[in-house]
């Protein structure tokens, strides 16, 4: 019995250790993260109203991360990015117009975008694209749907795509759901949250074969007027098809590619910017939306999009009369 005593106490206290030392090591990891992220860009570029005597224009066309869901009004990233643009800028004046709608997938994103070019005699000079990661549910209006089955509704489409399941080799977990959802009542043409199964391989590429055809067709327009394309990811990778379209595009002059993926710091500071950069919904937060801004200008400014950072208030020349 005193042997069994000794060997329980022994590994009581080695067990004792091991904890403390989990604990201890966890707690200094979290205090190195906390001083990490102390050191970040805090600065959050508060816009005031939209310049009414603008002479640069610039879209931004997506869905709830470019409408701002995560932060107040005001504070989405085109706000910020109007902000940065004309304060670092006193001779020239940018408007971001906000044409981000909650929920809306690439297609519909893409049709805001021409109905706004064909309304506006002054067409933009930049479109900034940020759509795609709702197509896994939200089918309205989708492009890769033909016609005669995206008019018929949500039942419509659902159908077809069961019914091309096996063409576009589609997993047993989409299936499954399809068949689910037309066995459900639907209300009207209100989606699901997921209609198919976004992390399967073929799906994923179903999915960013419709981003591509968005961007093929916003592309084509944009290059008709004279627009350049900003194409903008998410901070995260859930929604891998849309980096896949992007890359199919990331070649083309007129068109720039803004990877925002972890908000662009290393892997090792996760903790850091989702605590600092996110909502709890998990949207960005204001300071989420201004890394955002800020990695989208640098872009822009690479690229020579945007004037320069400064300018120069040209000498007025001497007159006649006071010339010597």
């Known amino acids: 019995m005193a042997l069994v005593r000794y060997w329980r106490r022994k590994y009581a206290f080695r067990l004792a250790a091991l904890l403390v030392s989990v604990v201890l090591t966890f707690a200094i990891i979290e205090i190195a993260l906390r001083l990490l992220g102390m050191m970040y860009d805090s600065r ?9 005597d603008a002479t640069h224009f610039v879209l931004a066309v997506g869905d709830s991360h470019t409408y701002g869901v995560g932060a107040k009004s005001g504070l989405d990233y085109p706000s910020q990015l109007q902000a940065l ?6 001779c020239d004046r940018y408007r971001v117009v906000n044409l981000g709608h909650a929920g809306y997938n690439s297609s519909q994103a893409v049709n805001d975008a021409l109905a706004y070019m064909d309304e506006n005699r002054s067409p933009p ?16 209006d989708a ?36 068949k689910s959802l037309l066995e ?23 999915l960013a074969e419709w981003v591509g055809q968005d961007l093929g067709l916003l592309r084509r327009r944009c290059a008709r007027a004279g627009a350049k394309l900003v194409l903008l990811n998410y901070y995260s990778a859930s929604a891998a098809w849309v980096n896949d379209a992007f890359r199919r ?8 590619v803004v990877d925002v993926r972890g908000f662009g710091r290393p892997k090792i500071e996760t903790l850091v910017y989702l605590k600092k ?9 204001a300071e989420g939306y201004a890394a955002i801004a800020r990695m989208v200008h640098d872009e822009l400014a690479r690229r020579g999009w945007i004037a320069p950072a400064s ?7 001497p007159s006649p009369a006071s010339a010597p």
């Open 44 to 52: 959050i570029y508060r816009a005031a109203q939209a310049p009414t």
């Open 85 to 90: 643009l004309n304060d670092q800028r006193p």
């Open 125 to 140: 000079e930049i479109i900034i694209f940020n759509a795609g990661r709702n197509n896994d549910h939200n089918f309205t």
């Open 143 to 178: 492009r890769i749907i033909p016609e005669e089955h995206r008019f018929r509704g949500v039942r419509g489409v659902l159908r077809h795509l069961l019914s091309e399941s096996r063409a576009h080799r589609f997993g047993q977990i989409t299936v499954s759901r399809l």
């Open 184 to 206: 459900t009542k639907l209300d009207g043409d209100q989606w699901p949250n997921m209609t198919i199964n976004g992390f399967g391989e073929h799906e994923q590429a179903f």
């Open 249 to 256: 595009f990331s070649t083309t002059p007129e068109t720039a």
């Open 277 to 285: 950069y996110v909502a709890r919904d998990g949207h960005p937060n």
């Open 311 to 317: 300018c120069e208030t040209p000498l007025t020349p």
